[in-house]
């Protein structure tokens, strides 16, 4: 991604992936909750993503695992991998990271589950 040179905005803004199984899930950064099961969503061109924190809730009435990572065009970078969540419990990511444009912020869980996710993030858009 090229330095700024012009106006841009810089918004505190949410995203949601319900129900999360043992499927991949991307992010979506446009707004609208991601379709579980998808994980093409990246973050679009010329924006810069900082995640502030990510809240996990087990949904399904039983313990968990679950993996947070990044793929940044040619590798996964595991931010979280194998990580417990007890039945019902709720589990809080809160170190602060970037996302630029192109890359991914994958989820997936140990076994078949229903896990709930919710991204705080800042989307600074220079497009």
Same mark, same amino acid.
């Given at each position: 991604?090229?330095?700024? $040179?012009?106006?841009?905005?810089?918004v *505190?803004k949410?995203?949601?992936i319900n129900?999360? $199984?043992n499927?991949?899930?991307?992010?979506?950064?446009?707004g609208t909750m991601?379709?579980t099961g998808?994980?093409?969503?990246?973050v679009p061109?010329?924006?810069i993503?900082t995640? *502030?924190?990510i809240?996990?809730?087990?949904?399904g $009435?039983a313990s968990?695992?679950?993996e947070i990572y990044?793929?940044?065009?040619?590798?996964?970078?595991?931010l979280l991998?194998?990580?417990?969540?007890?039945?019902?419990?709720?589990f809080v990511?809160n170190?602060?990271?970037?996302?630029?444009?192109?890359?991914? *912020?994958i989820?997936?869980?140990?076994?078949?589950?229903?896990?709930?996710f919710l991204c705080?993030y800042i989307d600074?858009d220079?497009s």
């Amino acid at each position: 991604m090229a330095i700024p $040179s012009g106006s841009g905005t810089e918004v *505190l803004k949410r995203t949601t992936i319900n129900a999360q $199984s043992n499927t991949e899930t991307s992010f979506r950064w446009d707004g609208t909750m991601a379709t579980t099961g998808t994980s093409t969503y990246t973050v679009p061109t010329n924006h810069i993503i900082t995640v *502030l924190s990510i809240i996990v809730c087990e949904q399904g $009435s039983a313990s968990e695992t679950f993996e947070i990572y990044m793929y940044n065009g040619s590798n996964n970078i595991h931010l979280l991998k194998g990580q417990p969540i007890p039945s019902n419990g709720t589990f809080v990511f809160n170190d602060k990271f970037v996302l630029t444009g192109a890359d991914k *912020l994958i989820v997936n869980a140990g076994s078949t589950a229903n896990i709930d996710f919710l991204c705080s993030y800042i989307d600074q858009d220079w497009s």
